[in-house]
T-cell receptor, first 116, second 114 residues
Framework: GENVEQHPSTLSVQEGDSAVIKCTYS??????FPWYKQELGKGPQLIID?????GEKKDQRIAVTLNKTAKHFSLHITETQPEDSAVYFC???????????????FGQGTILTVHP | DTAVSQTPKYLVTQMGNDKSIKCEQN?????MYWYKQDSKKFLKIMFS???????INETVPNRFSPKSPDKAHLNLHINSLELGDSAVYFC?????????????FGSGTRLTVV
């Protein structure tokens, strides 16, 4: 099945700095990679996603890059703000078949703290 | 509001008891999931139902039994609760098992077994 590794586990930045979270996946059949933000006491919320036929996607201050060959994908947050503080999860899913078919597999999570 | 709703939000119970968590979605999705989040925040899939049919059943003890009376509801019943069952349980839904797009999560049920 799929295995997603996420780093770092904690990330502390100053307001206005950039933050980068990196993930690797094991199943080459995975073809959809969402990122979720989980605030305290809430469920994960989708913030951005990328499909395997795209190398980069941007939405205002957040961007995601995907390197299919290396099986890496990353989340980039620019001009961080205190309200960006949360736990961020990467995930991967295989929509094509195999043992990981239909399962959204999460990374271990990154606790991002943005200091004012 | 369109959402995935879970009840209860908090559940404190003694070892050996049986408890249920309910989930409902009004998004018109046909696939629903149960995820478990442990104390280290790790999210792991437990079950998935597509149009009331069990599609994914991970290595979960038999004490956990999901039930989907219709595609808008997915409940989780847990028998003989153990201390290790303490966690936050999230229900989620999506349109189509193949898509994986736009999983919508509920706000979670924090289960504490004492």
């Amino acid at each position: 099945g799929e295995n997603v590794e996420q780093h770092p586990s904690t990330l502390s930045v100053q307001e206005g700095d950039s933050a980068v979270i990196k993930c690797t996946y094991s199943d080459s059949a995975s073809n959809y990679f969402p990122w979720y933000k989980q605030e305290l006491g809430k469920g994960p919320q989708l913030i951005i996603d990328i499909r395997s036929n795209v190398g980069e996607k941007k939405d205002q201050r957040i961007a995601v890059t995907l390197n299919k060959t290396a099986k890496h994908f990353s989340l980039h947050i620019t001009e961080t703000q205190p309200e960006d503080s949360a736990v961020y999860f990467c995930a991967a899913i295989n929509k094509a078949g195999g043992t990981s078919y239909g399962k959204l597999t999460f990374g271990q999570g990154t606790i991002l703290t943005v200091h004012p | 509001d369109t959402a995935v709703s879970q009840t209860p939000k908090y559940l404190v119970t003694q070892m050996g008891n049986d408890k249920s968590i309910k989930c409902e979605q009004n998004l018109g999705h046909d696939t629903m999931y149960w995820y478990k989040q442990d104390s280290k925040k790790f999210l792991k899939i437990m079950f998935s139902y597509n149009n009331k049919e069990l599609i994914i059943n991970e290595t979960v003890p038999n004490r956990f039994s999901p039930k989907s009376p219709d595609k808008a509801h997915l409940n989780l019943h847990i028998n003989s609760l153990e201390l290790g069952d303490s966690a936050v349980y999230f229900c989620a839904s999506s349109q189509g098992l193949k898509s994986g797009y736009g999983y919508t999560f509920g706000s979670g049920t924090r289960l504490t077994v004492v």
